[in-house]
Antibody, heavy 128, light 106 residues
Framework: EVQLLESGGGLIQPGGSLKLSCAASGFTFSSYAMNWVRQAPGKGLEWVSGISSSVGGTYYTYYPDSVRGRFTISRDNSKNIFYLEINSLRVDDTAIYYC??????????????????WGQGTLVTVSS | EIVLTQSPATLSLSPGERATLSCRASQSVSSSLAWYQQKPGQAPRLIIY???KRATGIPARFSGSGSGTDFTLTISSLEPEDFGVYYC????????FGQGTRLEIK
């Protein structure tokens, strides 16, 4: 059974930094792309980053324009964990952050990923 | 960016009724579209992928159709556990979600 467990959320002041973690089990972690999706209070889903499996030793990372430059996704296949680092936190980054498993190893001509397993989420609150 | 527009925003129906939810893409995504169900306090769950394929464990009352820019999720006969928010998602160009349709009990 696929299991994803997020950690690292909490109350952070505007301008601060935060690193979220997602521990994975129940599947061959190194073979799949992994993603972060957030949901602001009472709002819809927003994909914020994805990281491919290794492609010839390279991990490809993807971000929407709304977060590029402030968000950094990374992974450690030896520990079955991946991360999301957020810098220059803003009040509108307040959200539940979900980690999610992609259904393929990387984006290609056929597109990126569907998200076939999700964690329960970790709440990030940005407030002074 | 590919924008997904879902309609209606809210759908009020009774158990046993048929639900039809729509998702329109701003440009063609071929069949690269999925549907997710989210219940209050829970993570989303994949229910349909590749526009029409049911995910593992999803009952046959759920079906998806469409290709290109227009997609439909149909629930043939609503059960009490089907009420919640449904999102469509495209993967044809990166990943984007629709704004959601709330399916509520009438």
């Amino acid at each position: 059974e696929v299991q994803l467990l997020e950690s690292g959320g909490g109350l952070i002041q505007p301008g601060g930094s935060l690193k979220l973690s997602c521990a994975a089990s129940g599947f061959t972690f190194s073979s799949y792309a992994m993603n972060w999706v957030r949901q602001a209070p009472g709002k819809g889903l927003e994909w914020v980053s994805g990281i491919s499996s290794s492609v010839g030793g390279t991990y490809y990372t993807y971000y929407p324009d709304s977060v590029r430059g402030r968000f950094t996704i990374s992974r450690d296949n030896s520990k079955n964990i991946f991360y999301l680092e957020i810098n220059s936190l803003r009040v509108d980054d307040t959200a539940i952050y979900y980690c999610a498993k992609g259904d393929r190893p990387f984006c290609s001509g056929g597109g990126c990923y569907f998200l076939d397993s999700w964690g329960q989420g970790t709440l990030v609150t940005v407030s002074s | 960016e590919i924008v997904l527009t879902q309609s209606p925003a809210t759908l009020s129906l009774s158990p046993g009724e048929r639900a039809t939810l729509s998702c329109r893409a701003s440009q063609s995504v071929s069949s690269s579209l999925a549907w997710y169900q989210q219940k209050p306090g829970q993570a989303p769950r994949l229910i349909i992928y590749d526009a029409s394929k049911r995910a593992t464990g999803i009952p046959a009352r759920f079906s998806g159709s469409g290709s290109g820019t227009d997609f439909t999720l149909t629930i043939s006969s609503l059960e009490p556990e089907d009420f919640g928010v449904y999102y469509c998602q495209q993967r044809g160009w990166y990943i984007t979600f629709g704004q959601g349709t709330r399916l509520e009990i009438k």
